[in-house]
C-alpha cells in the first residue's frame, strides 16, 4: 500500500520492503544494520531479526523535536509499522498511545517493558486506561507483546518501539521468549533506532533541495551572504531565496533556527552515494 500524504500529517512507512532474513547470529545482524544506507534496509533487517524471536508486527515512533512529556509536532513524527494506515491514523489522531502504560514506561526508561506490566509495576498508580483504548488495541490484535525504550543523553527526541506476538502466542509465552532474550532484543532495537536516527530524516514536506542544503551548511560554517553568494558565484538576492525557501521548506522563522532544524533531522552534511560530502 502506497502512502496518502492527504490522509496524514507524519510521515509513515509500513511494508514497503518485505523484511529481510538476517545474519546468522545476533553480530551478524547489528553489522548489516549499521552499513544499511537508508531508513528502509534498517526496518526491513529489523524486522526479519525480530520474526525470528517471535514477534511479527512492529510499531517505531520517533519525533526529533519532541521534549520531555511534550511529544513535538505531529508533522514530524517517523511512524514506521507493520500495521496499516487506519490503524496509525487512529492511534495519533485519538492519542491512544498515551493510554497505555509501557508507552509512557519507555518515555522515561530505556528497556523492554512485557505488556504484562501493571500500573503499580511501573511507578504509576492510578493510571486507567479508556475502554475506548483497550478496544481499539484488541481489535488490531494488540494482546501480546512487549514496549522498549532507548536511552539517550538529550533532552530533545523521544522514540518508543512495541513488538507485537505472533497470533498464536499469549503473553505468558512472550514473558517466557524476554526471560530469555530481552537482552539481545533491547540492543537490536537500540542499534536499529541509532542507526535509523542517524541518516537523513525525510518528514512530510520537510525535505530540503540540495542548493537549500548547500547555504545553510555554509551558514553553518560561519559564512555571511555575501561570502556564499563569492563562493558559490551566485547573487546576494540569490542565496537569499535560497535561506528563505530553507526557512520555508523546515517551517521556522530565523535563519539559525533552520541550521539547528536541519542538523536535527540529518539533513546536512550528507553523502552522496559516492561516499563523498556533498557540500562542503
Not at 508507552?103 to 486507567?128: C, H, I, R, Y
Not at 555575501?226 to 542565496?239: C, E, F, S, Y
Request: charged residues 20%; glycine residues 8%.
Amino acid at each position: 500500500m502506497e502512502d496518502d500524504p492527504s490522509a496524514i500529517a507524519y510521515r509513515l512507512l509500513t511494508d514497503r520492503r518485505n523484511p529481510v532474513e538476517p545474519p546468522d547470529g545476533l553480530i551478524g545482524c547489528l553489522d548489516a544494520i549499521l552499513r544499511a544506507p537508508d531508513i528502509e534496509t534498517v526496518w526491513a533487517l529489523l524486522r526479519g531479526a525480530v520474526e525470528s524471536y517471535g514477534f511479527d508486527g512492529v510499531i517505531y515512533g520517533y519525533s526529533p523535536h519532541s521534549r520531555g512529556q511534550d511529544l513535538g509536532p505531529q508533522e514530524e513524527f517517523l511512524l514506521l509499522s507493520t500495521l496499516d494506515h487506519g490503524f496509525l491514523n487512529t492511534l495519533v489522531e485519538q492519542r491512544y498511545y498515551r493510554e497505555s502504560i509501557t508507552f509512557n514506561w519507555a518515555l522515561l526508561n530505556p528497556g523492554v517493558a512485557s505488556w504484562s506490566m501493571t500500573a503499580e509495576d511501573a511507578k504509576m498508580d492510578g493510571f486507567v486506561s479508556s475502554d475506548a483504548a483497550l478496544q481499539f488495541f484488541a481489535r488490531f490484535g494488540m494482546e501480546a507483546g512487549c514496549t522498549i525504550g532507548f536511552p539517550t543523553s538529550s533532552t530533545r527526541g523521544w522514540a518508543v518501539m512495541a513488538l507485537i506476538a505472533r497470533p498464536g502466542l499469549t503473553q505468558d509465552h512472550v514473558d517466557e521468549i524476554l526471560a530469555v532474550h530481552s537482552k539481545a532484543l533491547f540492543i537490536l532495537a537500540t542499534v536499529a533506532h541509532r542507526s535509523m536516527t542517524a541518516l537523513p530524516y525525510l518528514g512530510n514536506g520537510q525535505t530540503l533541495t540540495s542548493r537549500q542544503r548547500e547555504v545553510l551548511e555554509w551558514v553553518a560554517d560561519g559564512k555571511t551572504v555575501a561570502d556564499i553568494a563569492r563562493i558559490l558565484n551566485l547573487a546576494q538576492p540569490t542565496v537569499e531565496k535560497h535561506l528563505k525557501l530553507a526557512r520555508e521548506t523546515l517551517a521556522v522563522e530565523t535563519t539559525a533556527h533552520a541550521v539547528i532544524k536541519a542538523a536535527f533531522l540529518n539533513q546536512m552534511f550528507i553523502r552522496s552515494s559516492s561516499g563523498m560530502l556533498e557540500n562542503g
